[in-house]
């Protein structure tokens, strides 16, 4: 846990010297780790987890017992079963696994293609000098206020016309459009507070903008790259209207996110399962977040706030 | 800081052990669809497939349905195509989807129309149509409606003159929900009257029960089951020609007679001493979701609950409908003569091109072949208006008398209103006030009034 850290830790030789940025740091260290706070957050934390608690609950219980009471009799009368897995798993027409499969086979291109493409042209924003480059970038940016809903029919028309609808291609295409303009600033933002000096230096040793790219910078960006990825993935893992835009019509490329969306059945009478099909479909991205949650919050830090 | 990422990296491997454990599962079980009960096999029927022959050969085409029918009614209509598969040779690929209705226009309007559609709302085939996008029904199917179906549900397919959209499935929704087995032991008797359905409401209320439960839930969709209150009642207390008139906006839709019908449902909707058995206040109809709001007759605290057909997939499993079992329906009674009129709802397949496959399969789909084979892969409910449909094949008894109430040429039959309306009233204005009406005793006149204020001009 917290121990209290010792507020004067780094205090430089000459308390006058510091910044006013540096003493509010030293501010904001002791606020934060005051037993106050520690409370406060205890709190939030519980607060904010209560109800995913009380889905956890639910998940478990009996279809006639989530339909009559809440989650929170379970304290005075415990009934638990595995009856609503079994029905979100094995139930109905649709085989789990190769939905499973399904949103693996879209979430990983959808994250790994612009991913790629930003690393690129974030290289390009932040070190090569061209005509034009700042107008473009905010033109890339600006881009982040179209709404994915707008895009949506025209976007469709397009992929009909080229023959692409009803495959993986429209999905991973679209999720990239969409993630581009952010992924490119963020990792323009990282890019750009990599000490010039350095990339200098490799210059003047005579490396190329692939070698600084590789071999300088690339290294240097793996937390952002990583921060980046886990936002991606759990935005393309959750995303429900893309997959059920793009991918229609071709039941074989629908995700989970489509399955769940139909477990509570055509007149939403089942809708007792919602519980057990949210937990399916949270276990992947609980890992993916929990495995680098380190990254996710360097990496949100990394790109808005300089400094 | 050492011991938290650990604790993390364990967490995050206990995660990825579930994840293959569940992969493990999926792979180790090859458990077959819904369905159940003692419903037949579908390749086991065959039909005559002499209809389709003249549409060509057709082996290896694909034909793509798209629906709102969801699991786990979809792997019946799944299983009732596989005779005319056997037939044909085509292939029909079904997709359900409980977006199917803001999803379908997308499509429709990026060119990526499925072959055939089951549209829920002849409202919505009416925006279909204007779009451009829907072919007119082929002669094979008109022949086949004209055979099998009422007048009234032709009409329902049409718009500005032209025939498009065969019937397919129906609900009928003027059911009453009752506990025969708690009706019994207090000695009460079925209504067969509006009349004695009130005297039995009063009997229950002085004995200390509550007859009446009810809940107008339905997350965006909240007070679409007061609109069939309304709808039915209209329908009885001022009589068909008057209910069509209302609907079609020929007469204001606060006319007198619509507002005395909706004062008759307020009489028992909004009476204290009637609702709301189990739930409690008359308030409470309004929060309470229309899935759940029947379920306090299992219990015996409230007798009556007016609810569709399909109503029988929210009983919790186990539960036996039937006319000795736990639960069972009667009509809604009459106000006035003998027969009592009936309100139903239903899907109509619409057809995106005329190529020979698709058109053979909208004949399919408008055969009693079909509506026969479909009821007998069928579990509980399911019926159809198809008065080429053998009762015998239901399985539920309560289907078995939906389906006599749509065969009896004597009983009157209007689509539900609400989904004739235009959008804005049917799936808009109505819902809305009508909640108000219940969630803050908002006056009758003024509910009809607002909402004859919000019909969008022609």
Redesign the interface.
Known sequence: MTTTTPVMAPVPVDERRLTRAERRAVAARTKFSSPAASVIALVIAVLWTVPTLGLLITSFRP??DI??SGWWTVFTDPTFTLDNYNEV?????????SL?VNSLVITLPAVVIPITLALLAAYAFAWIDFPGRNVLFVAVFALQVVPIQVT???L??I???TGL?GSFWTIWLSHSIFALPLAVFLLHNFMKEIPASLVEAARMDGAGHVKIFFQVLLPLLTPAIAAFGVFQFLWVWNDLLVA??FA??A?DVVPLT?RV???????????YLLAAGAF?SI??P??VF??L??YFVRGLLAGSVKG | MTMR?RG??N??LA??L??AM??A???A?E?S??GGGDTADAADLSIDCAPYEEFGDLEGQTV?V?T????????PQ?DSYVPFEECTGVDV???????FEA?LV??V????A?DIAFIPQPGLLATLVGTGAVVPAPEQVVANVDEYWDESWKTYGTVDGTFYAAPLGANAKSFVWYSPSAFEDAGYEVPQTWDEMVALSDQIAESGGKPWCAGIG??DATGWPATDWLEDVVLRSAGPEVYDQWVNHEIPFNDPQIVEALDLVGGILKNPDYVNGGLGEVQSIAST?F??AG?PILDGSCFMHRQAS?YQ??W??GTEVAEDGDVFAFPLPPIEGESAPVLGGGEFTAAFNDEPAVQAFQTYLSSADWANVKAQVSGPGWVSANTGLDVENLVSPIDQLAAEQFQDPNAVFRFDGSDLMPGEIGAGALWTELTNWIANDKPTQQVLTDVENAWPAA
């Open positions: 279809e006639l339909r009559r798993l094995y139930g109905g027409g649709t085989n789990f696994a499973f949506l029919i025209p469709l028309s992929y009909v016309d609808a059920l835009t229609g019509g039941p489509v969306a139909e477990l509570a059945g055509t007149r939403g009478s089942d809708w399916v276990v992947l609980l890992v929990l495995g949650q380190r | 990422a993390r990296r967490a995050a995660g990825g579930g994840v569940v992969l599962g999926c792979g079980s458990t669809g819904g793509s798209y709102s029918i969801v699991d786990p009614e979809d792997q799944i690929q079904y997709e359900g989807s409980r977006e999803q997308v499509r309007q990026s060119g990526n499925p339905s997350g979701e899935g759940d379920l399909f997939a929210n919790p499993e």
